[in-house]
């Protein structure tokens, strides 16, 4: 499907061989990010573009490192997941629950530190800082009528782009807060100095001397912020709906795959989960019914090409509709 947003020309591709071809056999071509308001307001992402040109045999062995390190944080999962369960035989928001449990598994793997932690002296508040992640997520859904018609984009008519400068400044002024704090930790600490979570591992990369592209500051705040914004909602909105479409259908609880491979006294451990494939269809069910958006990332075509006899002109805003691709019966 082409069509216009009044001066920017769009394509959407609603079918798979097609979002093979753009996202596959084009994706050097179409990995361009269009220049929105949400980008350039409320996040530093777009200093992603030029990180990802890093050595990737580098990026891959810190991020095996990084995983590996993860393995600490199981004890916060089973905790977090201990607390769900207590409210057995009561009504809960599972909402509230599922955001909160991987806002806090994100945020102690990314950050170090639990960011809902009410014990924990931290420089936001936690209800400041929830309130922070849920005017990102929502502003970067919004359709700023200044994107497509540019000319009207200083009237600010829906009042979103004072939102976006808002959020975007009370986050790079936490972010800044956080890259202090493991910078005075590795400093403290010297040689003995151990990645422990996913900053840490972005640090040293900045001060990584045979990366062929620099890590700046800024880029850590920006893979912090992706990391943060990206890892959070996703989880829980999948979990919800899995559990929603369960609830539904009583039959699929019944199996008896969790009784005979875990048994009903202890809770499943992550080297347990290939024995599990009913779960895993389940997942990966619930992600083809409901994706997180029905639209992936636009992404922006760099230069004039050709994709499957159609002609493609640079600055051409592409959109994949994963939402029909996944209920493409032809699949």
């Given at each position: 499907m082409h069509f216009y947003f009044d001066s920017v020309p769009v394509i959407v591709a609603s079918f798979v061989n097609m979002a093979k071809l753009i996202l596959k056999t084009h994706d050097v071509t179409f990995c361009g990010q269009p220049k929105t308001t949400a980008n350039r307001a409320c996040s530093i992402l777009k200093e992603l573009s030029a990180i990802l040109h890093m050595q990737s045999i580098t990026l891959s062995k810190e991020l095996i490192i990084t995983l590996q390190a993860l393995n600490h944080f199981y004890y916060l999962l089973l905790s977090n997941f201990s607390y769900i369960f207590g409210s057995s035989g009561r009504p809960v928001s599972l909402k509230d629950h599922l955001s909160n449990v991987s806002l806090n598994v994100i945020s102690r793997m990314v950050l170090g530190k639990r960011y809902l932690d009410?014990?924990?002296?931290?420089?936001?508040?936690?209800?400041?800082?929830?309130?922070?992640?849920?005017?990102?997520?929502?502003?970067?859904?919004?359709?700023?009528?200044?994107?497509?018609?540019?000319?009207?984009?200083?009237?600010?008519?829906?009042?979103?782009?004072?939102?976006?400068?808002?959020?975007?400044?009370?986050?790079?002024?936490?972010?800044?807060?956080?890259?202090?704090?493991?910078?005075?930790?590795?400093?403290?600490?010297?040689?003995?100095?151990?990645?422990?979570?996913m900053v840490d591992v972005l640090l040293q990369l900045a001060d990584d001397p045979t990366l062929e592209v620099k890590l700046e500051r800024r880029g850590v705040k920006a893979f912090t912020q992706d990391l943060i914004a990206g890892g959070t909602e996703s989880s829980a909105v999948t979990l919800e709906w899995a559990i929603s479409e369960l609830l539904k259908r009583p039959e699929i609880c019944k199996t008896a795959e969790l009784d005979w491979v875990i048994g009903r006294h202890r809770w499943v451990e992550e080297k347990e989960l290939h024995h599990l494939p009913y779960i895993e269809a389940i997942i990966k069910e619930a992600m083809r019914m409901h994706p997180v958006a029905p639209m992936l990332v636009p992404r922006q075509c760099r230069e004039d090409c050709d994709v499957a006899g159609y002609d493609i002109p640079a600055g051409t805003r592409l959109l994949v509709n994963v939402w029909t691709i996944g209920r493409d019966p032809t699949i």
């Open positions: 009410e014990s924990e002296d931290e420089m936001v508040p936690p209800e400041e800082f929830k309130a922070m992640l849920d005017e990102l997520f929502s502003l970067n859904g919004v359709m700023n009528i200044g994107d497509s018609i540019p000319w009207l984009d200083f009237l600010d008519l829906q009042g979103y782009i004072g939102r976006m400068k808002k959020v975007g400044k009370k986050f790079d002024r936490f972010l800044e807060h956080v890259v202090d704090e493991h910078n005075e930790r590795w400093r403290r600490e010297g040689e003995k100095f151990v990645a422990k979570d």
